[in-house]
């Protein structure tokens, strides 16, 4: 197996120890390694366009293996056991959701950042908007993704866009300060 695997494995069980609960073990791991790449993000949003495809494309690349890892760590050590307090409607992780109730907030949370460019508090930044008709495929796209998947990976979808979503907030307010302080 992948040594990037196995260290997330690691990571992962490691976690788990201390909270005694798969679902929030993966929400940890998940900030984890967004903390981890952001300055990669960083880095990305001050670079030019042609560069920031390249940017997107390592950053996704990069999360590959935490996937990878985070699946067969919790096939191989949890069994049936892998159930989580945040997840109750979800007898185990590495299951499908049943409901589809992840997916759904999963694919939903996709669409936090794309309200951005829309928000009167950052219209001075003039942030890129999506074409509308392109909302609608992004969030199906992931929802669809994610509902045949083990709920500990849409568990990690769904951490991740709300840290994205986040990171995104915090960035461009900043941003907003500066004009204003300028």
Not at 38 to 52: G, H
Request: aromatic share 10%; with cysteine; glycine share 6%.
């Amino acid at each position: 197996m992948n040594p990037i695997v196995l260290l997330f494995g690691k990571l992962l069980q490691w976690i788990y120890r201390y909270t005694g609960d798969y679902g929030a073990a993966i929400v940890c791991l998940t900030v984890l390694v967004k903390i981890c790449l952001l300055p990669l993000y960083l880095r990305r949003t001050k670079e030019t366009d042609a560069r920031q495809a390249a940017g997107s494309c390592l950053l996704l690349l990069l999360t590959l293996p935490v996937l990878t890892g985070l699946y067969h760590t919790v096939l191989a050590g949890a069994g049936v056991s892998a159930g989580s307090r945040l997840c109750p409607w979800i007898a185990s992780l590495l299951v499908r959701d049943p409901y589809g109730i992840l997916p759904a907030l999963s694919a939903a949370v996709q669409l936090i950042p794309q309200t951005y460019p829309y928000l009167a508090f950052f219209k001075r930044l003039e942030l890129p908007k999506t074409p509308k008709g392109m909302l609608l495929p992004s969030v199906l796209t992931t929802f669809l993704i994610c509902l045949p998947l083990p709920a500990a990976v849409s568990l990690y979808y769904l951490t991740s866009g709300l840290f994205t979503a986040l990171q995104q907030a915090v960035l461009n307010t900043v941003q907003v300060y500066r004009l204003c302080a300028d």
